[in-house]
């Protein structure tokens, strides 16, 4: 049985830094991609970022240069480092496996597989 536990989320100020991980089991993370999405109150999910097992990464717009997707294979985990925290990136940030060993298209925009139970990221003063 697949889970994907995420932990780290919280309350932080703009100009922050926080750091997500999500531990998984059952057989998704040896090989495939594994990535982040988040979504805030009246907002769709969005991707913030995706990581192929071999390293190379995807991220969305609005958080390059700001946030970093690694993984650590030995562990079967995988981490967001968020810097520099703006109000705008709160949001319920899920761990995503989709078991493929590619992300494609409609990965990046829909996401699909296994979830997260989410994890809050709240940036205010």
């Known amino acids: 049985q697949v889970q994907l536990v995420e932990s780290g989320g919280g309350l932080v100020q703009p100009g922050g830094s926080l750091r997500l991980s999500c531990a998984a089991s059952?057989?998704?993370?040896?090989?495939?991609?594994m990535g982040w999405f988040r979504q805030a109150p009246g907002k769709q999910r969005e991707l913030v970022a995706a990581?192929?097992?071999?390293?190379?990464?995807n991220y969305a717009d609005s958080v390059k240069a700001r946030f970093t997707i690694s993984r650590d294979n030995a562990k079967n985990t995988v981490y967001l480092q968020m810097n520099s925290l703006k109000p705008e990136d709160t949001a319920v940030y899920y761990c995503?496996?989709?078991?493929?060993?590619?992300?494609?298209?409609?990965?990046?925009?829909?996401?699909?597989?296994?979830w997260g139970q989410g994890t809050q990221v709240t940036v205010s003063s």
């Open positions: 995503n496996a989709p078991g493929k060993t590619y992300y494609s298209g409609s990965y990046l925009k829909y996401g699909y597989g296994y």
């Open positions: 059952g057989n998704i993370f040896s090989g495939n991609v």
């Open positions: 990581i192929t097992s071999a390293g190379s990464t």
